[in-house]
């Protein structure tokens, strides 16, 4: 098993860091959502995550999640897990984008998002690349991520929901990054649970399609 | 943040330094940063809080702190001197 279900197999008391993945429309499988799953104290796992424009959230880890234990050592685990503990009330402000550049930092040494060219931001997953980012992990080769039709298809989606929410200069900005090569929540999973990192895409892919088939067995 | 180590540390038990870090860092005060790495006695210290050291600091390591590269080497020695897998452990910060 890559992950297991919450609600059948719980976060172990002794874990303090992982990765959590579900479903947040259960009419909408394709449409996946990834955060940071850390343990502090005796009230249970809190689920940090980027849930869209604006809105970076820490809360109880939902029941219907899948969650999978980070693949580093538990030094890493425990300073990550302070670490993500206290982003609730550094990071905010980050607007949500599709494009997503590695060679960026998009946080700066107090663990404050730094304010990018207008249509910039990130995704949930992206939102996890770049934390481990600034702490000095890359979890992923991006230089061999694809670009994939499917993703231009869901980016279209996501632009389409978005606009509803941002200012139309970004929602102009966001529309100019079509295209570009799409992280997926269980890749960016696949990273974190990985001992190997970085992943390239083939290594991440085969691990991301581990973690679907536990998320959705057939 | 130097205290005698005595078995793993938790998260909330880093949690403290890791804040006090953040904030020192947000009113720019990068000598007393730097200050605190070059204080830093590696044989004493936990290695979760070496690590948090070094990697809260990571972004800002070449740019205002002179000890920051010191630190690092330092605590590969002191990690391996206590046969933990230093490699592993401060990947990503060479």
Redesign the interface.
Same mark, same amino acid.
């Given at each position: 098993m890559a992950v297991y279900q919450q609600n059948t197999l719980p976060f172990a008391p002794d874990e303090?860091l992982g990765v959590a993945i579900g479903t947040p429309n259960p009419d909408d499988l394709q449409q996946r959502h990834v955060g940071f799953i850390? $343990?502090?104290?005796d009230f249970g796992p809190r689920f940090c995550h980027f849930a869209w424009h604006y809105k970076l959230e820490d809360e109880p880890l939902p029941p219907d999640y899948g969650w999978g234990p980070s693949g580093l050592? #538990?030094? *890493?685990k425990?300073?990550i +897990? +302070?670490?993500v +503990? #206290?982003l609730k009330q /550094?990071a905010r402000d980050v607007p949500y984008s599709i494009d997503y550049d590695d060679e960026v930092?998009y !946080?700066? /040494? /107090? =663990?404050?998002y730094i304010t990018q060219p207008i249509g910039r931001g990130l995704t949930c997953a992206t939102f996890i690349l770049s934390v481990f980012s $600034? #702490? =000095? !992990? *890359?979890l992923v080769e991006a230089d061999t991520w694809p670009e994939r039709p499917d993703d231009a298809q869901w980016q279209q989606q996501i632009i389409s929901v978005l606009t509803r929410y941002v200012l139309p200069e970004h929602i102009e900005a966001v529309k100019q990054q079509v295209g570009a090569k799409r992280f997926r929540p269980e890749e960016v999973a696949a990273g974190v649970i990985s001992e190997n990192i970085p992943l390239n895409f083939s290594a991440a892919h085969t691990l991301a399609q581990e973690i679907l088939q536990d998320l959705y067995p057939s | 943040m130097a205290e005698p180590a005595s078995g793993p540390l938790k998260p909330a038990d880093i949690m403290p330094a890791i804040a006090g870090l953040t904030q020192l860092l947000e009113a720019n005060r990068f000598e007393e940063v730097d200050r605190l790495l070059k204080s830093v006695k590696v044989s004493h210290a936990a290695p979760e809080i070496m690590v948090a050291l070094l990697r809260i600091t990571y972004p800002v390591r070449g740019k205002r702190l002179r000890h920051w590269s010191k630190l690092l080497r330092d605590v590969r020695a002191e990690l391996s001197a206590r046969h933990l897998d230093s490699e592993r452990i401060l990947r990503g910060l060479a």
């Open positions: 303090v850390y $343990q502090i104290d050592d #538990l030094v *890493n425990t300073v +897990a +302070a670490y +503990a #206290l /550094n930092c !946080f700066d /040494n /107090n =663990g404050r $600034q #702490l =000095g !992990f *890359n | -």
